[in-house]
């Protein structure tokens, strides 16, 4: 270290006298992440040439200068426009060059200053300031009071950072300015540039002790939570040692006294344990095993908590304990009839499996179901009454989001915190080796880089693998052949096709509104008056009611929403009753519609005349079936098809197998080329902003193409669904209840199905089919005498327009 002639007795260099104008000029030291506050001593390092520079000018003339923090401390020689407008008036002790090369010295702020003008750049930067005086007057009460309280945390930050020295705290238990007390306090603590300079830019005294109160007690609660932390480290390591140094005292007096160990009692608790969970005997084997490596351990090895939590999994789960089943079917179907109303399908498979049970015994294998229907349609509360139909407990585990391997099959135990998955889990929950196990949301599954779920339950789903299932953490065989698994999803399309197969899927088709209205009466409507201290208030709801409710505030397949809204009424009649006032002893339509306001749906009219180039088709949603217009016009261009309407890929497929067919029987309908050429073909479907797919608009698309070519009307009164191939066969769809539903409840009497759907027609009520006319088809030519109209006795518009320009251009020719 070398250093450079000069007196580092700063105190002795005088403050820069102003100008006439007020102003001093001085040179500039640029401060990197640092700011120099006045009456604060403060070592300052110099970096880039120009800051050194104006240092050694300073030093020369025994002047002072101007310490400015830079807006950005990466710059090593910032420019002026880098720099802050406030700096610090500050005296320079002497440089010294460091072996680095850097340059330090010691500095004393004097005053604050305010930059007005840079007078000069090079070789160094040179300021025109204005001092920023401070009022020299007696702190005011409420200043003398923060001051106390500021000085008071200080001590306690003082007390928990051992970085601070303790000759600041006498300078601030001695300071009798506010402003030099917020200065030297803002100095010690630990600030970002930013928020330092910001303190110095703060110029009234009051705001800038308060300013400093806040930050100080910011930095006091940091530091106490670190002071608390570091003493709970001390204290669990002074706890550990203490424990190893008690236990081997405390065995050592034990065997003095002719007393056991307690560990030694701990491990025949533990045997006894295993002896008295009957285990099979591969599992015996392992866990005593495993009670072998824990009795030669110490007690405070690491390993002995993981053999005894492994142990204690073995012992609780459920072996050779399995429910008496309860085989009788009358009482099952009474069970099941009590708790949901229809689903034929789905309850007679339950009986004929209690049925089989009943006579195979254990011979059968359980079956593995699969629930598969919209949300709201019962699926989980179904399998709640199965359990209670068999006498068997129930349990459920919801797959959703679940995206690790680890999860179904557990982790290993080499992993810290290691558990069973949870099919293990939820068998130990259940407490039997034969409950109803539901399975969730399974087509929820996630897949990410950890696995994928939907592996490992194929070999809890698979009836030739499950009775040696082969969970990480156990690694011994569990038999799961005696549960009864039943799966539950919205959709099928995300399984595997693996996982799939090992399934028997029950569909859910959604419940049609009078099976709604039969559930609110029998299940949902009692329900909620119990809940809502109705039951002894007679209170009713009629069928007005409901359709209102079901039509115009729900729009589901299941009854979820139907449930909310029925309570939600309820509550309004609770509060009546609460308040004294008169109540309804009837909800009728009117009545619903007032409590539950507005309209939420309001569904697609039917059409009210016979019209060129629009249709009704029938649709399925997850809501159920419902109607929609599809409307087709003609434009003169250059024969392209446009489709508008957010239809989907397959449905856009259909509008173009659709025109295909058209085309190709142009001649029988009596369509001249020229109208596919000349003409662009616009197909929509109102509601834009629902998505619509499917291949089943076929023939409800082919027949307003045809009546907007052929300019026949199609018949109002008619709603089909069909898929279309280019020959004109009729395929057959699905959702046929919903879409038949639909109509009827649209008031359209005229229902055309393929006619491969006929066996579809069984699940329909027969109330509902004596209301409706239903016609199946086998081609498009059947659907065309059905709802076309006879063509227009003048012809075509088209074909008279065409007719006239031909004729003029005829007139044309002639004159010329």
């Known amino acids: 270290m070398t250093v450079r002639n000069g007196t580092n007795d700063f105190y002795n260099i005088p403050d820069t006298q102003p100008d006439h104008q007020g102003y001093i000029t001085c040179p500039v030291v ?34 002072t200068i101007i310490g400015i923090a830079q807006r950005d401390p990466a710059v090593v020689n910032p420019s002026p426009d ?57 702190p005011t009460p409420e200043q003398t009071t923060l001051m106390k309280a500021v000085v008071n945390m200080f001590k306690r930050a003082v007390d928990l950072n051992a970085n601070i020295p303790e000759d600041v705290l006498i300078y601030a238990m001695n300071a009798d300015d506010p402003g030099w007390l917020s200065d030297l306090i803002t100095s010690t603590l630990s600030l970002s540039s930013e928020e330092r300079q910001r303190v110095l830019e703060m110029f009234d005294v009051g705001e800038r002790l308060s300013h ?121 179907q009474q069970v099941l009839d009590a708790e949901h109303y229809g689903l034929p399908k789905i309850k007679d498979r339950i009986l004929e499996y209690i049925a089989v049970r009943q006579l195979a015994g254990s011979k059968m294998d359980s079956p593995v179901l699969c629930f598969v229907g919209p949300p709201g349609v019962g699926k989980t509360s179904l399998g709640k009454s199965i359990a209670r139909a068999l006498g068997r407990e129930f349990v459920r585990v919801s797959l959703g989001g679940v995206r690790d391997e680890a ?21 130990k929950r259940a407490g039997t080796i034969n409950p109803v196990f539901m399975l969730d949301e399974i087509d929820k599954l996630g897949m990410d880089f950890r696995g994928d779920p939907a592996d490992s339950l194929l070999e809890v789903l698979d009836p030739e693998q499950n009775a040696a299932f082969s969970d990480h953490y156990l690694e011994v065989p569990y038999d799961l052949s005696n549960v009864l698994f039943i799966t539950t999803a919205n959709e099928l399309d995300t399984l595997p096709p693996a996982l799939l197969d090992r399934m028997e899927v029950i569909e859910f088709s959604g419940y049609i509104e009078e099976e709604k209205i039969v559930i609110a009466n029998q299940f949902l409507i009692p329900k909620q008056l119990e809940r809502h201290g109705l039951d002894d208030v007679p209170l009713r709801f009629d069928k007005g009611a409901l359709q209102t409710i079901i039509r115009d505030y729900t729009y589901e397949a299941g009854v979820r929403n139907l449930n909310r809204e029925i309570a939600n009424i309820c509550r309004k009649v609770a509060r009546l009753v609460a308040e004294g006032k008169r109540r309804p002893q009837k909800i009728s339509a009117h009545l619903a519609a007032k409590y539950l306001g507005p309209p939420y749906f309001i569904g697609t009219r039917s059409l009210d005349e016979d019209a060129i180039g629009v249709t009704t088709g029938l649709v399925w949603t997850y809501g159920g079936g419902d109607i929609t217009i599809f409307e087709v016009s003609l434009l003169a261009g250059k024969g392209s098809l446009m489709m508008t309407g957010n239809l989907g890929e397959v449905m856009q497929e259909s509008a173009q197998a659709a025109l295909s067919y058209v085309r190709s029987r142009a001649e029988d309908l009596d369509l001249p080329n020229e109208d596919f050429e000349n003409y662009d073909i616009h197909v929509h479907v109102p509601e834009g902003a629902v998505p619509k797919e499917g291949p089943s608009a076929g023939i409800t698309l082919a027949t307003a193409l045809i009546s907007a070519l052929t300019e026949r009307k199609v018949r109002h009164d008619f709603a089909m669904t069909g898929e279309i191939t280019l020959r004109g066969k009729v395929l057959p769809i699905g959702g046929v209840k919903e879409k038949v539903m639909a109509a009827r409840r649209a008031l359209i009497k005229n229902v055309i199905l393929p006619a491969h759907n006929q066996k579809d027609l069984v699940d329909i009520p027969q109330n509902a089919l004596r209301d409706l006319n239903i016609h199946l088809v086998d081609n498009m030519q059947q659907v065309i005498d059905l709802v076309l109209l006879e063509p227009p006795t003048e012809g075509r518009k088209r074909d008279a327009k065409r007719n006239d320009q031909e004729d003029d251009a005829d007139d044309s020719m002639a004159d010329e």
């Open 407 to 427: 999860e179904i099959r557990g982790h290993r135990r080499t992993y810290i915190g290691a558990l069973p998955g949870r099919i293990l889990q939820t068998m």
């Open 30 to 63: 640029p401060l990197q992440g640092m700011v120099i506050y006045p009456h604060v001593v403060t070592p300052l390092f110099l970096e880039g040439k120009n800051a050194v520079a104006a240092a050694e000018a300073a030093l020369d003339q025994r002047h």
């Open 212 to 332: 400093v109160a806040m930050l100080l007690s910011k930095e006091l609660n940091v530091l106490e939570i670190e002071d608390e932390i570091s003493a709970q480290v001390q204290q669990e390591m002074e706890r550990g040692q203490r424990e190893i140094y008690l236990r081997e005292q405390m065995r050592v007096i034990q065997t003095e006294l002719g007393e056991g160990d307690i560990f030694q009692q701990e491990l025949d608790d533990v045997r006894t344990q295993i002896i008295e969970a009957h285990l099979p005997q591969e599992v015996h084997e392992r866990a005593m095993k495993e009670m072998s490596r824990l009795s030669i351990m110490p007690p405070i090895a690491p390993e002995v908590g993981i053999i005894r939590t492994y142990i204690d999994w073995i012992t609780s789960l459920p072996w050779t304990q399995a429910s008496e089943d309860n085989l009788d079917v009358k009482n099952a």
């Open 82 to 138: 880098e720099l802050y407008t406030i700096g610090t008036e500050i005296a320079l002790g002497r440089i010294l060059r460091m072996p680095d090369e850097t340059n330090s010295m010691l500095a004393q702020g004097r005053q604050r200053v305010e930059i007005v003008k840079i007078v000069q750049t090079e070789p160094y930067i040179m300021a025109l300031a204005r001092p920023v005086e401070e009022e020299d007057q007696e």
